[in-house]
Structures are given as structure tokens and as C-alpha cells.
């Protein structure tokens, strides 16, 4: 009925069978031997693959907000709109937009589906920030900067976005962690990430090696992240310590 | 002086902003090829499938799929097709339904499950090829086709501890009729609604139990814990190997026939040429009972990933 390979296939030992795995058949909490095992197949790949999503999504929303919030300090009429739009899109919950997404011809479960998703969260946190950076700037110093003889688009690449630098900077960081928290859910649909070792772990019943390390990795990623960021700012920002 | 400090502060961000970008754009290019962690990829850059339109294979959510959907996708890659996995879609009606919007364009499934779940039809067939058969015909239909089945079989099973089996004298389906709506029966969400699940189990056996709705992953542990008296477990589970499980028969065949058989795009089988649908069957041919279930026992107790057990399996089987 069905054709067997003549002999039958080779079966091999995957690994040296039970005496090389004492510690996950025993399902102790956490197997430094799996996490040995598992990072180059498992878990690096998936940790680039996390840094690479955070990376295109905090990019892209970077730009999209910053252009948005640099017309909008000059076009006040505009911030309203912006704000709503950002705002509906902020509230919506991850896993429902990532679901209603999927659907949309062209999206489907792609990595765009995932950025799309993922950009649609930093808008409203990088683009209030920004703008709000851009209004504190003191009219003093817009004032002193006409005064110098700077043009407005002068005055505005020299004087007023690197005070607002921090304001900037502080978006870009709760930006960045909220992106790399969620992306760990976009992995329902994008199969990428740090969200695939978590979510094969979540359905392992009982080792739970992967769930600790994955999720340990996820975390680790966030605070580097907002470690460099804080470092760029201080480098982009040197009067502010000077101070 | 303070004009320098913004010039320099100006710099600074136009410098990153940049840095950021290409680092984006750079490393994005270098990984999307690659959407699924393998161990010494093989991936040929020729062969017979170098040149073909690249293929994405997708499986479903459970420990046997993810084996089966890395050892396609391998196989493939080695003799130079471009394969990409979408892993651990959902339940069959989930992925089907993947296959049939174009979203992935293969996936491996079970033929008894395309014929009740997908197709609906609750006559249980007599035979393995009588399963396949049907199965085929159906997809068909539809803009699809099956290549060949495997040797093994990984059908439903309802699983009990060996001490209730013993306290309640069960040893087949039947004999839990006696227990009534007490009887807690666990299993995924979709059980409920399957012909080959709750509903085949109350028209064909007369059973009346309370559905309890389970994750895929935890029911050995909702059975220990006592959340449930019977679960819905597959034949080929690592976890019955323990022997503290009992199967219980199932004299009219409610979970009939479930070989593997790769479900697919008809049109595949002529664009990718005629390597493609030769290495899948080299592959499934060599699936019997005993690799399946060794291969699921090293994912699902020793842990090992499911794509480092395809591998090690295709490698000893000259495939990789």
C-alpha cells in the first residue's frame, strides 16, 4: 500500500539519546546544557532577527513622526489631527491589529504585516515628544537666533532641534522598548524573533529553560537598548552636562 | 563657541539617523532570506530546484509539525530550492485556510484530519488509501493536490492515566459511556466541533462528556493535575512512551486514518519542476512509525530543536 525505501531509513541517535540530556528529561528549571545547544541554532538567530524588526520599525516611525512633527510646529492647524489619528492607533491592542492586518492583501504573514503593526505604535510617543521638544525651546533663544541673522530653517536645524534633542531622544527610547516588547507578539504572524523560542516554550508543558532564556534575552535586549540611547543622547547633548 | 557645540550636536544626529538607517537597511537584507533558526544550513546555491520560484512551506502548531516542516524545507534547500517556513501557523483549519489565500504554499497534513475537518465528510473510511484517496479527490477541487502519504500514522487517541483506566474498568472508548457528563474530557478548542473529536465521539459512541478546552502543549500536564479524566493525545506522542498512560481502543474508527501527506498548490508540481515533488516523496517515504516517533521524542524530551533533529535525520539519510 505504501512504498517503504528499500531497508528502510537510518535512524540516528539525534544527540547520543538519554545520557546526554539528564538535565532536560529531568525538566530542571534551567538547563545550561540546552542553552549551550540552542544558541547558535535557536537563539541567536532569533536575537538578531528582534534586532533587526526594532530596528526598521523605530526607523521608519522615527522619520514618519519627526517629518510629521517638524510640519506641525510651523502648521499648527495639524498637530489635532495627527494626535487623533496616532492616538486611535496607539489604543488599539497589539494582537487585535497584528489579526486585523493579516487579512490586507500585500500583508498576510509577512515581516511587513509585523512593521506595519509595530511603526503604527511609535507615532504618537516620537511625534508628541518631539513637537513637544520643538514648543519648549524659549522664545529667548528663537529670538536671539533671529537676532544672529539666522532664517528660520536655519534657526531650526541649529538652534531648535538640538535643544530638543532630549525631548527627542526620551521618545526614541520608550519608542524603542515598547517596540521590542511587541515584537515579541508580532511572531503570530511573522515567524521571527525572540516572539518564536517564547512562544514554543509558552506551549512546552513542562521545560522551561527556553521560556527563561528567551525571555531573559528580550529583556536584556530592551535595557541595551535604552543604555545606548541614553549614551547617544549625552554624546549629541554635551551642554547638558557641562552644566 | 556655542555655535560650534550646535554645529557638532547637529552633526551628531545626522550621523546617526544615517548610521541607524544602513544599519536597518543592511541587516534586514542580510537576514530576510531567512526566517527559521537551522543549524549548519546546507542550503545549495545549485542543483536541480537553483532558479526556481522559491516556496513557502508553513506547519502547524504542534512538536510533529514543526519536525515534519523542517525536514521538507532541508531537504529542499539542499538540492537548491529557495524554501521558506512559516512555522507553527494554528490548527488545520487555521493553515488550510493559509494554503488556500495563498499565504504559504504547502503544508504537511494529516489525511484523515483534510477529510473530516477540511472537507467535512464524516463517513469513516475503511482503509488508509481509501482515506487518501478521498482526501486527494477532495483537494482537488480546489486548486490543490497531495503527494505521497507516509508510512506512519499519528491519529487521535483518547489517553487515560493507567490508575483511572484500572478504578474504572475502561479500556476502549465505549466503556466510558457509563461515566456520563462527569466524565471530563480535555483537548485543543477545535476538538469540539470535529467529526473525528467530540462530535463523531457522542454520534458513534453515545458519549455525553464535559468538554474541557486545552493548549495543545499542556495536556499530559492537565491529565497529571487531574483538570481532566481523558484527553484527546496522538499515537505518536513522546510523552506515552512513560508507560503511566493507557490509549483506549476505538472499535468504530472515530479518528480514522491519519497518514501524512504534503497538501500543496497543483500548479507547484509543474513550476518547481519534477526534483521538487521527488525529494518530498524521498522524504515522507522515509517517515515510519518508529523515525517519527525517536524524532519526536528528541524534540519533546530532550529539548533539541525541531530543525537540528530534521537535520540530523536527513543528514544520516544522505537528504541534507
Redesign the interface.
Given at each position: 500500500?505504501?512504498?517503504?525505501?528499500a531497508g528502510?531509513?537510518?535512524?540516528?541517535t539525534?544527540?547520543g539519546g538519554?545520557s546526554?540530556?539528564t538535565c532536560?528529561?529531568a525538566n530542571r528549571l534551567f538547563?545550561s546544557s540546552?542553552l549551550s545547544?540552542?544558541w547558535?541554532?535557536?537563539l541567536w538567530?532569533?536575537l538578531?532577527?528582534h534586532?533587526?524588526l526594532t530596528?526598521?520599525a523605530?526607523?521608519i516611525g522615527?522619520v514618519i513622526s519627526t517629518t510629521l512633527a517638524l510640519i506641525a510646529y510651523r502648521r499648527r492647524w495639524l498637530e489635532r489631527p495627527v494626535l487623533i489619528i496616532t492616538s486611535i492607533l496607539y489604543t488599539i491592542p497589539s494582537l487585535a491589529l497584528f489579526e486585523l492586518l493579516e487579512?490586507v492583501p500585500g500583508l498576510?504573514?509577512s515581516?511587513t504585516t509585523a512593521e506595519v503593526a509595530l511603526v503604527s505604535y511609535t507615532l504618537l510617543i516620537m511625534f508628541r515628544n518631539t513637537l513637544t521638544g520643538l514648543r519648549e525651546v524659549p522664545d529667548e533663544v528663537r529670538d536671539a537666533a533671529a537676532g544672529m541673522g539666522m532664517g528660520p530653517l536655519r534657526s531650526l536645524?541649529?538652534?531648535e532641534?538640538?535643544l530638543a534633542?532630549p525631548a527627542i531622544i526620551a521618545g526614541v527610547r520608550i519608542a524603542t522598548v515598547t517596540v521590542i516588547s511587541l515584537a515579541t507578539v508580532a511572531s503570530l504572524i511573522?515567524?521571527?524573533g525572540l516572539g518564536?523560542p517564547i512562544?514554543?516554550a509558552?506551549?512546552?508543558?513542562?521545560?522551561k529553560?527556553?521560556l527563561i532564556a528567551a525571555g531573559a534575552l528580550a529583556v536584556g535586549l530592551a535595557l541595551t537598548a535604552d543604555g545606548l540611547l541614553v549614551i547617544?543622547q549625552r554624546?549629541?547633548?554635551?551642554?547638558t552636562r557641562a552644566a | 563657541m556655542q555655535?560650534s557645540?550646535?554645529?557638532?550636536?547637529?552633526a551628531?544626529?545626522l550621523t546617526?539617523?544615517v548610521a541607524?538607517?544602513v544599519?536597518?537597511c543592511g541587516?534586514?537584507s542580510s537576514?530576510?532570506s531567512?526566517?527559521?533558526?537551522?543549524?549548519s544550513s546546507s542550503a545549495a546555491t545549485s542543483g536541480p530546484g537553483a532558479g526556481k520560484p522559491p516556496i513557502v512551506i508553513g506547519d502547524k502548531?504542534?512538536t510533529e509539525e514543526?519536525i515534519l516542516g523542517s525536514l521538507y524545507q532541508e531537504a529542499l534547500e539542499a538540492k537548491g530550492f529557495k524554501v521558506t517556513?512559516?512555522?507553527?501557523?494554528g490548527s488545520s483549519e487555521i493553515t488550510y485556510k493559509?494554503l488556500t489565500?495563498?499565504?504559504?504554499d504547502m503544508y504537511p497534513e494529516y489525511t484523515g484530519t483534510l477529510l473530516t475537518a477540511i472537507a467535512g465528510d464524516n463517513k469513516p473510511p475503511t482503509?488508509?488509501?481509501q482515506t487518501y484517496t478521498l482526501a486527494k479527490a477532495f483537494v482537488e477541487k480546489h486548486g490543490l493536490t497531495v503527494l505521497?502519504?507516509?508510512?506512519f500514522y499519528d491519529s487521535d487517541a483518547l489517553a487515560v492515566t493507567k490508575a483511572f483506566a484500572a478504578k474504572n474498568h475502561v479500556a476502549s472508548i465505549p466503556d466510558l459511556k457509563k461515566l456520563g457528563h462527569s466524565l471530563k474530557l480535555g483537548g485543543a478548542p477545535e476538538f469540539a466541533t470535529r467529526f473525528a473529536g467530540l462530535v463523531g465521539l457522542k454520534q458513534l459512541y453515545g458519549l455525553n462528556p464535559t468538554f474541557v478546552p486545552l493548549?495543545?502543549?499542556?495536556?499530559?500536564?492537565a491529565i497529571d493535575t487531574g483538570k481532566v479524566d481523558t484527553f484527546d493525545a496522538f499515537t505518536t506522542d513522546a510523552q506515552l512512551t512513560s508507560g503511566k498512560y493507557v490509549l483506549l481502543s476505538d472499535p468504530m474508527r472515530v479518528f480514522g486514518f491519519q497518514?501524512v501527506a504534503p497538501v500543496l498548490k497543483a500548479s507547484l508540481v509543474n513550476t518547481e519542476g519534477p526534483a521538487f515533488a521527488q525529494t518530498i516523496n524521498?522524504v515522507s517515504?522515509?517517515?515510519?512509525l518508529?523515525?517519527i516517533r525517536?524524532?519526536n521524542?528528541?524534540v519533546a524530551?530532550?529539548?533539541?530543536?525541531p530543525?537540528?533533529?530534521a537535520h540530523?535525520?536527513l543528514?544520516?539519510?544522505g537528504l541534507a
Amino acid at each position: 500500500m505504501i512504498a517503504l525505501a528499500a531497508g528502510g531509513p537510518v535512524i540516528p541517535t539525534f544527540g547520543g539519546g538519554g545520557s546526554s540530556f539528564t538535565c532536560e528529561r529531568a525538566n530542571r528549571l534551567f538547563c545550561s546544557s540546552w542553552l549551550s545547544r540552542n544558541w547558535g541554532p535557536v537563539l541567536w538567530p532569533a536575537l538578531r532577527q528582534h534586532i533587526v524588526l526594532t530596528l526598521i520599525a523605530v526607523t521608519i516611525g522615527f522619520v514618519i513622526s519627526t517629518t510629521l512633527a517638524l510640519i506641525a510646529y510651523r502648521r499648527r492647524w495639524l498637530e489635532r489631527p495627527v494626535l487623533i489619528i496616532t492616538s486611535i492607533l496607539y489604543t488599539i491592542p497589539s494582537l487585535a491589529l497584528f489579526e486585523l492586518l493579516e487579512p490586507v492583501p500585500g500583508l498576510g504573514l509577512s515581516r511587513t504585516t509585523a512593521e506595519v503593526a509595530l511603526v503604527s505604535y511609535t507615532l504618537l510617543i516620537m511625534f508628541r515628544n518631539t513637537l513637544t521638544g520643538l514648543r519648549e525651546v524659549p522664545d529667548e533663544v528663537r529670538d536671539a537666533a533671529a537676532g544672529m541673522g539666522m532664517g528660520p530653517l536655519r534657526s531650526l536645524l541649529r538652534v531648535e532641534l538640538p535643544l530638543a534633542v532630549p525631548a527627542i531622544i526620551a521618545g526614541v527610547r520608550i519608542a524603542t522598548v515598547t517596540v521590542i516588547s511587541l515584537a515579541t507578539v508580532a511572531s503570530l504572524i511573522d515567524n521571527e524573533g525572540l516572539g518564536v523560542p517564547i512562544l514554543t516554550a509558552i506551549s512546552n508543558e513542562v521545560f522551561k529553560t527556553e521560556l527563561i532564556a528567551a525571555g531573559a534575552l528580550a529583556v536584556g535586549l530592551a535595557l541595551t537598548a535604552d543604555g545606548l540611547l541614553v549614551i547617544i543622547q549625552r554624546l549629541l547633548t554635551p551642554w547638558t552636562r557641562a552644566a | 563657541m556655542q555655535r560650534s557645540n550646535y554645529r557638532r550636536a547637529l552633526a551628531g544626529v545626522l550621523t546617526v539617523a544615517v548610521a541607524v538607517a544602513v544599519a536597518a537597511c543592511g541587516s534586514s537584507s542580510s537576514s530576510s532570506s531567512k526566517s527559521s533558526s537551522k543549524p549548519s544550513s546546507s542550503a545549495a546555491t545549485s542543483g536541480p530546484g537553483a532558479g526556481k520560484p522559491p516556496i513557502v512551506i508553513g506547519d502547524k502548531n504542534f512538536t510533529e509539525e514543526y519536525i515534519l516542516g523542517s525536514l521538507y524545507q532541508e531537504a529542499l534547500e539542499a538540492k537548491g530550492f529557495k524554501v521558506t517556513l512559516k512555522g507553527n501557523i494554528g490548527s488545520s483549519e487555521i493553515t488550510y485556510k493559509a494554503l488556500t489565500s495563498g499565504q504559504i504554499d504547502m503544508y504537511p497534513e494529516y489525511t484523515g484530519t483534510l477529510l473530516t475537518a477540511i472537507a467535512g465528510d464524516n463517513k469513516p473510511p475503511t482503509s488508509a488509501q481509501q482515506t487518501y484517496t478521498l482526501a486527494k479527490a477532495f483537494v482537488e477541487k480546489h486548486g490543490l493536490t497531495v503527494l505521497d502519504q507516509t508510512p506512519f500514522y499519528d491519529s487521535d487517541a483518547l489517553a487515560v492515566t493507567k490508575a483511572f483506566a484500572a478504578k474504572n474498568h475502561v479500556a476502549s472508548i465505549p466503556d466510558l459511556k457509563k461515566l456520563g457528563h462527569s466524565l471530563k474530557l480535555g483537548g485543543a478548542p477545535e476538538f469540539a466541533t470535529r467529526f473525528a473529536g467530540l462530535v463523531g465521539l457522542k454520534q458513534l459512541y453515545g458519549l455525553n462528556p464535559t468538554f474541557v478546552p486545552l493548549a495543545i502543549g499542556i495536556t499530559y500536564q492537565a491529565i497529571d493535575t487531574g483538570k481532566v479524566d481523558t484527553f484527546d493525545a496522538f499515537t505518536t506522542d513522546a510523552q506515552l512512551t512513560s508507560g503511566k498512560y493507557v490509549l483506549l481502543s476505538d472499535p468504530m474508527r472515530v479518528f480514522g486514518f491519519q497518514n501524512v501527506a504534503p497538501v500543496l498548490k497543483a500548479s507547484l508540481v509543474n513550476t518547481e519542476g519534477p526534483a521538487f515533488a521527488q525529494t518530498i516523496n524521498q522524504v515522507s517515504s522515509l517517515l515510519t512509525l518508529d523515525a517519527i516517533r525517536k524524532m519526536n521524542a528528541a524534540v519533546a524530551l530532550d529539548q533539541q530543536a525541531p530543525a537540528t533533529v530534521a537535520h540530523q535525520f536527513l543528514a544520516a539519510n544522505g537528504l541534507a
